[in-house]
């Protein structure tokens, strides 16, 4: 049993959010401020998120038991079943079957105590007919049967002129080449030394500096997820509002990185912002133009001076919003 104080390990956590209902854990959601459809498009997805984007667990765990009071208890443990063997009625039932069994060999035992196997009777006649027929019994005499000695097959043997010998061939070992290393050049520059018994040019050695490579950036995060204002709001003069948005499994930027946030209309960029928040206010449209624009965000590199180095995500989708 976990107490209330208690924080439960991040697997039993991620159990137990697997385990409620639809509606207890859209409840969750909503207690901790997040968008159900905007944490993935499956369940699995959804805790992944939900747990990446909530850094203080103990918060998760108690809006929890808040909605499922009964999230964290121990399952009720089942009583052992006692397997009972009926011994009574399976002796009585071997005692039944032994008296048979004894009843059945005196039976067989006394019938055949004093009886003797007649083998085969032979009717003998006498030439004379009026003499009487004498039958007697004859002893049974036991003939063997004899018994089918197999004969050997005679085996082939090969009529070869000599022995054969196999001869293996030998095989190839490869040979390693071994490879050039380039050896650096030098550049060499004459310089011409005026001297008085002499007018050949002297060279001096001049060493080339190796320019250093420039920074490489690689998309590393997935595109960031818009989650308001809802795409096509119409926002009447200069009213303050806010522009939302989460990347999934990314909690916070490291100090290097920033959201980029871009407004467009008619496909041009007419706005370029940069911060380290997952939101930014806004108020009244670029330029104090109205009309309709749309707005996407992407996770970027910069500098020490706020500079763009690099892409670390593909842009999110373009949403529309309406100045009036």
Known sequence: ???MSETPDLKKLEQTLKA????????????????EDLLGATRDEQIKTLLAMSPNLSRVARTVRHVWPDAFEPPPVKPKRKIKLPIGPVVGFLGLIAIIAAGAWIVNSALTANSTEVVNYRVTSSPVPTQALIIGLRTATFTPTPTNTPTPTPTNTPDLPGT??????PTATPTETPTKTPTPTRTRRATTTPAATSNKPTWTPTSTSTP?????????YPSAVLN?????????????????????????????????????QDQQVVYDYFTANNWYD????PNGTPGTYNWSVTVVK?????NLIGVLSPESERWNIIWQ
């Open 1 to 3: 049993m976990i107490s």
């Open 20 to 35: 409620m209902t639809p509606e207890q854990f859209a409840a969750v959601c909503a207690e901790l401020g997040l968008v």
């Open 164 to 169: 054969l010998t196999a001869t293996y061939a």
């Open 212 to 220: 250093t490579p420039a920074t490489v950036v690689r998309v590393v």
């Open 228 to 264: 308001r204002p809802a795409s096509n709001t119409t926002i009447a003069g200069s009213k303050a509002f806010q522009m939302r948005w989460i990347v999934p499994g990314l909690a916070e930027l490291n100090s290097d990185e920033r959201y980029r946030v871009r407004l467009r």
């Open 282 to 285: 806004r108020s009244g449209a």
């Open 302 to 306: 910069v500098d020490d001076a706020g």
